[in-house]
């Protein structure tokens, strides 16, 4: 659409260049110099207003209302305008100076600039310039006006692993009223018939279609060309109706990654008015999530031309274009078969939900799901949850580092009180594990007396020195919306209790979980990563793991398939899974319920499941993780 637009707010600049003189020189008791007056025009100019600049041919008002309204249509922009060269006829009473124009059209090294001819005549003492509109533009005639035309540059793709366009133009049908075929007394009629179709609100379609010009086109929503999700015959036989190919940047489907990805669209009035200028009404925009963050690199510079317009608007001609120039692609490490399979099996779970996959030998993240149940809040990088038993990863680590192993003797009583709060294992668990067990058969059906127990072998600050280890609690700038958990500090009495078997005040997210197993299978601290071609550059940890360490996580984890609550996971094709359960009280009273976790490695993946009210972390999330490691091959 050819139209005109204003621009970036810029401030005019003035710089008067050196004064040359053709003819005798100056001396003190001599005229004035014109270079001052040229100096004055063109800060004039600059400023769109020349009252103080002494004119010929039109008076300052006359010619500061044709100024203005020769470069309205360039508005809020201002040009800077310099003085060039200066040149004094012999007699001293005429001379010429040069005005350099340099609008920045937001485009570095792309200015538009040009340079105009000043007239000057000394009248008693005082230089006068010769109005003309070839001051404002070369060539300028009386009436002519300038403006912009803006092309949209192509937006960018937003790609995954191996290069796979996740986010690309895409076929789609604008569906909506043509008023042109259907009579004005029908109008209300078929657009109130569309919007019941569509399902919208017939009463607010039928005003917009009542609303818009009566050749308009009023679209009423876009669907997908290969997946309408709409009846398109029925749509078809309602007078007016009408249909409309184009494309749009659109994920494979409405679904994959959405809550991370984010949404593209028309930009709305706050991302106008926050833009500087640089977006107006109409333009594609990234609306949410990883295409609004990085929505300049993806919408690239509009391609920009400056129009010469005759007064009657019948005749225009083009004096500077600035080709558009297209967004950049934002690489993402999201592997489009194992996100699709994640949010496949995620779909019928009506609680908030999540499922994150991470390769361990790079950090990338493969998968980030997060189920229907989360209302389109990205509860895989973002939620925050008490994980419950999973976190007996890192009370395990805390406890190594104090000397135990996992073969060292814990007792598992059925119950353990500190400071007047009785702890229990979950109802079902095994008696036969009850008593003085192994810390790797503790882990293994997750024996919560047993870690509360060793509690004072393991204060806070070594779990939280543990987390930091595996990854959980990172503070860094990832390039992306992410939570890595949080471990208090200082807990004592029943919080620190609660603490050993991640509860209390300890949040984290599935992709913090996930992190922590990725950090397991890999030996050191993984950062996850998702967006660009490489990962974060972070601080270590303060004790990175060691390959000792690393190898007793490993053995116990893999107890908890062969001896403990993960047992369905024995008959997964090899490599052998490592894998922990939990399960986190949520709520008090009638709202009590539980968080299902379940983390595992399997080969070069590191995966955490979650569902935030369900059953058990083994037969609510278990099923769950099966099924996606089976997806996953």
């Known amino acids: 659409m050819r139209r005109a637009i204003s621009l970036t707010r810029w401030v005019a600049v003035l710089a008067v260049g050196a004064l040359v003189v053709a003819g005798a020189g100056a001396c003190s008791s001599g005229p004035p110099a014109p270079g001052a007056a040229a100096g004055v025009l063109a800060a004039g100019l600059a400023a769109g207003d020349l009252a103080d600049v002494a004119l010929t041919g039109a008076t300052a008002t006359e010619a500061t209302k044709q100024l203005s309204t020769a470069v309205a ?18 007699k001293g009473a005429t001379a010429t100076a040069a005005l350099g124009y340099t609008w920045d059209l937001d485009a570095p090294g792309k200015n538009w600039t040009y340079t105009t001819t000043a007239h000057l005549t000394l009248v008693k003492d ?15 005639l009386a009436g002519e006006t300038l403006s912009l035309r803006r092309a949209a540059a192509p937006r960018a793709s937003v790609l995954g692993a191996g290069g796979a366009a996740l986010v690309e133009p895409r076929s789609v049908l604008r569906l909506g ?8 007394t029908g109008q209300d009629g078929s657009a109130r018939a569309v919007a019941t179709l569509l399902a919208l609100d017939p009463d607010a379609f039928a005003k917009r279609v009542a609303a818009s010009g009566p050749k308009a086109f009023v679209e009423a929503l876009v669907v997908r060309t290969d997946a309408p ?3 398109l015959n029925a749509f078809a036989q309602i007078a007016g109706a009408r249909s409309v190919s184009g494309t749009m940047s659109l994920a494979p489907s409405r679904r994959f990654a959405r809550a991370i990805l984010g949404t593209s669209g028309p930009a709305t009035a706050e991302i106008i008015d926050k833009s500087d200028g640089k977006i107006f009404s109409g333009d594609l925009t990234g609306l949410s999530g990883l295409q609004r963050q990085y929505d300049k690199q993806l919408r690239g510079s509009a ?8 007064a009657d608007g019948a005749a225009a001609r083009d004096v500077f274009e600035l080709a558009a120039a297209p967004g950049e692609p934002l690489v993402t490490t999201i592997e489009p078969a194992l996100q699709d399979a994640a949010e496949t099996i995620l779909e019928p779970i009506v609680p908030a939900s999540a499922i994150v996959a991470i390769r361990p030998s790079t950090g990338q993240v493969l998968a980030a799901a997060s189920g229907p149940g989360g209302a389109g809040y990205s509860t895989a990088t973002l939620g925050t949850y008490a994980p419950g038993s999973v976190f007996k990863v890192i009370s395990s680590l805390a406890l190594l580092r104090t000397g135990l192993t996992p073969d060292t003797a814990v007792t598992c009583p059925l119950s353990i009180d500190v400071d007047g709060r009785t702890f229990s294992n979950f109802p079902g668990y095994p008696p036969a594990a009850n008593g003085s067990i192994t810390l790797q058969t503790a882990v293994a059906n997750s024996c919560n007396t047993a870690f509360i127990g060793a509690r004072d072998q393991a204060p806070q600050a070594g779990l939280v020195t543990a987390a930091a280890s595996l990854g959980l609690g990172l503070h860094a700038d990832l390039g992306y919306p992410a939570y890595l958990g949080t471990v208090p500090g200082e ?7 609660a603490s050993m078997i991640g509860q209390g005040s300890i949040q984290v997210s599935p992709l913090a979980m996930a992190t922590v197993a990725a950090s397991v299978a890999s030996g050191h601290t993984v950062v996850p990563w998702l967006v660009g071609s490489n990962a974060p550059k972070v601080s270590a940890p303060a004790v990175p793991l060691t390959s000792q360490e690393t190898t007793s996580l490993r053995t116990m984890m893999r107890a908890v398939v062969t001896e403990g609550g993960a047992g369905f996971l024995k008959d997964v094709p090899a490599p052998e899974v490592y894998a922990k359960t939990g399960t986190a009280q949520h709520g008090t009273g009638a709202d009590l319920g539980n968080h299902a976790w ?8 590191a995966v955490a499941v979650f569902v935030a009210d369900g059953e058990y972390g083994s037969t609510t999330a278990g099923p769950l993780l099966k099924a996606f490691l089976a997806a996953a091959g």
């Open 598 to 605: 379940m983390i595992a490695i399997h080969g070069d993946l």
């Open 303 to 310: 391609g920009l031309t400056v129009v010469v317009k005759s």
């Open 229 to 231: 999700g709409v009846d």
């Open 177 to 184: 009223v043509d008023k042109t075929t259907v009579d004005a």
């Open 73 to 90: 249509g360039l508005k809020p922009m201002h040009p800077a305008v310099t003085v060039g060269k200066v040149i004094l006829d012999k």
């Open 491 to 497: 807990a004592t009495g029943t919080e620190h209790a």
């Open 126 to 140: 005082r230089w006068h310039v010769k109005w003309t509109p070839f001051l404002i533009a070369p060539d300028l």
